[in-house]
């Protein structure tokens, strides 16, 4: 089964930055959308940002100002610029591609803990 693979995960005290990238294999073509999204222990996943292919973005309130979303779409990589973290961002952070024939794949997920 094809899968994403994320990097960039860990511990970070509180008002820190992490950068999180998410690659796709080159057997996925024509992806249209990419995103981020993370899922806190006990609690639902949620959608963090999304980027288009004409990279359009859309963030969760909680992270605007925050978080920035990017895409390199010759490396088929998107990535996730994480600032001034809060311990309410602890979570396992999943990307997700999106062909423009609607096919998802997702990534194994990537563990942020925030912490002093």
């Known amino acids: 089964q094809v899968q994403l693979v994320e990097s960039g995960g860990g511990l970070v005290q509180p008002g820190g930055s992490l950068r999180l990238s998410c690659a796709a294999p080159?057997?996925?073509?024509?992806?249209?959308?990419m995103g981020w999204y993370r899922q806190a222990p006990g609690k639902q996943r949620e959608l963090v940002a999304t980027i288009t292919s004409t990279t359009r973005t859309n963030y969760a309130d909680s992270v605007k100002g925050r978080f920035t979303i990017s895409r390199d779409n010759a490396k088929n990589t998107v990535y996730l610029q994480m600032n001034n973290l809060k311990p309410e961002d602890t979570a396992v952070y999943y990307c997700?591609?999106?062909?423009?024939?609607?096919?998802?794949?997702w990534g194994q997920g990537t563990q942020v803990t925030v912490s002093s």
């Open positions: 080159g057997s996925i073509f024509n992806i249209n959308d």
């Open positions: 997700k591609t999106k062909t423009i024939w609607g096919t998802e794949y």
